[in-house]
């Protein structure tokens, strides 16, 4: 397991965060997320061999951009 932390642009509230959470939240091995919209970031505990590819379209999905930093 790794944790590693995006910055997320475009979230402004709480149902923001909520978008993002429920789809990050579908990829596998996912066992830790912590959503921020105030700070632009999300923060996961996933599988080392979780693509970051999966981690941002999830992200877009849900109607946002993001970047691993």
Known sequence: MSE????VTGM???HCELSVREEVEQLPGVTDIRVSASAGRL???APADLDDAGVIAAVEEAGYAAVRV
């Open 12 to 14: 402004t509230c709480g």
């Open 4 to 7: 590693r932390e995006y910055q």
């Open 43 to 45: 923060a996961i505990t």
